[in-house]
């Protein structure tokens, strides 16, 4: 897509929910845009920052549209969901390649229902998000949202859970029947809190009623819609469920691949990124998108706050991290900190390499 297409687009996203009247989402569309335009038009993304930072601050609007028929919880007045429409997302989730066509094929499914009715065939209907926290699920929901031009009704668990189980079962029931009444992506967050297996002796009759009711509701849900349950703990889940949802989709922590390119994105391609890639693809191997995200920030926040190149920054972010780097990933962390005018002394402190080592390896790499 060429700048015009990209601009064009972008005007039409921001015209649109300026037109719905909520400032917030009109801000964060603009952020949005922001981000696109940095390397491509750096003057307009520039006078869009500069825009935006003269703003005023102003308290998040009132998201429900059709408030009225929110379901709300009897006793708190409190709603059992969250509604959001037109749903705004920022950076595309980090995803590898097999759940990206998975999704992928969802949307295509979801814009295609009329070639897929003719043929008997409904679209997909329900997704099982399962993964450790922080690799995606929710992100991949809201984009999904996004994606396929759907508001997004969130179960708010911490309304609908009730120390009367009864009322708890009430409450699914009411949030289920609203979110089957209007086209949307519903999302389960935690599922395994409403989901657990019925052969658990610590619950007691009401809660094994209440997974009846959600194996019923995923079996009947609408083809018009889309129910997605994110669960950080799989095995809890009743085994019943797995069998109900139409896909299955594993969040697993990022490739190597998908580590490479989530971290070019995250520090926008700057060239100071390109001698430490290897060294971060090693060392946050272990890490999710989510902890990836945050420290990718705090470093350039310190590089803006302290007026420091982002290479010097970084050296910061992950010197508790390279002392469990492989052996290779040091030397190479070690010839950087060296051309950043580090001393051996310093690298020796920074990423437990002995200085004697270091004047080996650099003998070594000078014949």
Known sequence: MDLKDTLSDELVQVSRLALTGRPQDVQA??????????????????????????????????????????????????????HEYPVVVGDDPALGPDLLDRIDQVVAEHGQITALEAQGLPPTRSLLFVGPPGVGKTMS?????????????????????????????????????YAKSVSSVLLLDEFDAIAKRRDDDGDIGELKRLVNVLLQEIDDWPASSLLIAATNHGELLDPAIWRRFDDVLNFDLPSVDVRIRMIKDLFDHHDDVEPWLPVLVDVWKDKTPSDMARQVRAMRRRAAIQGVELSRAMVDGVASSLREASTENRRRAAEILSKLGFSDRQISSEIGISRDTLRRSRASGNK
């Open 141 to 177: 929901a809201r984009w999904l949202a996004a994606r396929l031009g759907l508001p997004l009704i969130t179960l708010d668990l911490a309304t609908v859970m009730s120390s009367y189980l009864g009322k708890t079962g009430s409450n699914i029931r009411s949030a289920l029947e």
């Open 29 to 82: 569309q603009i952020r949005q845009s922001i981000a696109k335009l940095r390397r491509r038009s750096p003057e307009i993304a520039t006078r869009l920052a500069a825009l935006l930072s003269s703003l005023p601050s102003a308290a998040a609007p009132l998201r429900e549209a059709g408030a009225g028929m929110v379901p709300i919880d009897a006793d708190s007045r409190l709603a059992l969901v969250r």
